[in-house]
């Protein structure tokens, strides 16, 4: 049983625990590496040794603030190799992250009686370990307005935070112990924060690695008009605590803590997530200060393109950022990479699959700053830019790679809500998914299925979505249950492997008794067994249907601009049509399996409540005249 977030404190650090356990893991199997190929050259993704020495076994960490140009003071942690406990004297190359949190988990570890061991966010990292050993400084400052840093927060990504990002760049680059190079790391928020400090092009930034970092945060938020409630209260519980409760450390020079305790009552007045995103419901609203069009990664892409800065994008097919992964390396303009494993954005109940995120992200983040910073030539420019794991059964997946997005060999396949029975599911209706290249004939009078609205239904309580804020290890488990509440599509017994590689695009033709209705679409792998495996999903708002052209390029996908003055009901008795892409996937469907489509209407555990009341019926209609249903991208041999 996954027990829900209280407060913020539970499964944070439930799932703190799990990923201290597989970093001490993964501290004993690097070391084992790094032994049995010291002598080799090997570069090739997820392997990385001979290019650069491992001179150092120890590191030293030291903090202070630093001051920004209005007066505010920032908390720094600077972690440099060290010999016999004293701080190496040579020039090396640091490697950064703006975090919105704390400098590094001190205060977490003390409450598992390992205050000793970690001592800064190096002592928790394998990644950041192994960078020091090859001769880098690491630092890490805190975003103004958080743990041990003056200042208020003004709202996510803030252009006094962004700018922050240009002077401590500069300052890093000027100490006596950086070489002059400096880059970025750090997951989530901490991606997010280094495409912001590229929108300001220091000079002395050579290149980032964005690890689960969002693009257009609206979309995020608010996803095709639907408010992530869940995910944004547990967030602004989580950003409440460490900002007031679970104190930052205090920095070297603040023995008593008088300037850690002036700092936090600062803090008091910080922005507040939950109230000001619940109010910013369009894409074009704005709510105390805070505006998707500036407090946002993507309205900067020209900002950020300008500069050129060399980015790896790292993400994971269960992330809530893997649409933002894809995009960004669309419409991305300096040298890139991009790589899409098989987990979350957090923890994951597979201890292999932890274990092979950090091995992976550990070389390759060492591959590109070698490269980049150190200007080591080791290659990882003259291979395929694009990496992903494919997920077969019973959870395996296997790497390939490819020199462009969509894949090579991807074409769309048509697949049509048809009648039933399926006669695999107890579902409202237990439809057809029928593979057609186009269906122009109608089953029939009842070429439609009808819906009462159950607000009951749900994607649980350990998803994707609760895995982003730390609140629980994603575990979607059989979505039987749930699907007998649905109305479902269900193809026959595959034949053969079906790998679907893409993003699924889904188009409904509507009605609602009401004037406006939620349409949540989950994509899924039944097995042999009949249970029922969760691989994709996206929702959108019926009044939020408009499709305009995007901004950026994405992905010929539908874009809904989601402005308050777009925002239109639904007329009663009159069919609309809705078209959404599901999250992407990279998924084999296997021979003796089937596909299924189910929809809902509500998503209790994770959204706001749909705009409708109780008894509205929503009906999918499904002729040759409304052909609803699913195209999913297939990958050939």
Known sequence: MIKRFVHGKSLWQDAFALVMAVTLMMLVTSGCQAQQTDEEKVSRFGEYSGYSEGRFDEWICNSQYIEMRDGVKLAIDVVRPAVDGVAVDEKFPVVWTHSRYHRGP????????????????????????????????????????????????????????????????????????????????????????????????????????????????????????????????????????????????RVDADEEGKMLEQAVAQHEDNWEVAINYRKARFRDSASNGYSYLTHNPAPHLAQINHAQIPAYHWCGWYDIFVTDALIWYANYRGPQRLAIGSWPHAATPDPRVMME???????????????????????????????IATLDDPGDASWSSSPQWPLPKQEYHRFVFAGGPSGSVESVNDGTLVHVEYNNKADGAGDRDQYEINLETTTGSATRWDNAVGAGVMNYGDMSENDALCLTWTTDVLPEDVNITGHPVVTLFVESSAGDADFYVLLEEIDADGKSHYVSEGVLRASHRDVSPAPWSNLDLPFQRSFAADQRELDSGVVMKLEMDLHPVSNIFNAGHRIRVAIMGADRDNTEPPPVSPGTTITIHRSAEYPSGIQLPVVGR
């Open 106 to 249: 001190q205060a977490l570890a003390s409450r598992f009686g390992m205050a000793g061991e970690i001592k800064s966010l190096v002592d928790a990292n394998p990644d950041l370990q192994r960078l020091v050993k090859h001769g880098y400084v690491i630092a890490a400052v805190g975003v103004r307005g958080s743990g041990a840093s003056y200042g208020t927060y003004t709202g996510l990504f803030s252009p006094e935070e962004t700018r922050d990002a240009f002077e401590i760049t500069q300052w890093l680059a000027e100490q006596p112990w950086c070489d002059g190079n400096v880059g970025m790391q750090g997951a989530s928020y901490l991606g997010m924060t280094q495409y912001m400090a590229a929108s300001q092009a220091p000079p002395a930034l050579k290149a980032i690695f964005p690890n689960v970092a969002g693009f257009d945060l609206y979309d995020v938020i608010y996803p095709g008009g639907v408010y992530r409630l869940d995910m944004i209260r547990h967030w602004d519980e989580l950003t409440e605590q460490l900002d007031n409760e679970w104190l930052a450390p």
């Open 357 to 387: 995120r950090i091995r992976l992200r550990s070389a390759e983040q060492h591959r590109w700053f070698d490269c980049w910073l150190k200007g080591i030539d080791n290659g990882i420019m003259d291979e395929d830019p694009i990496n």
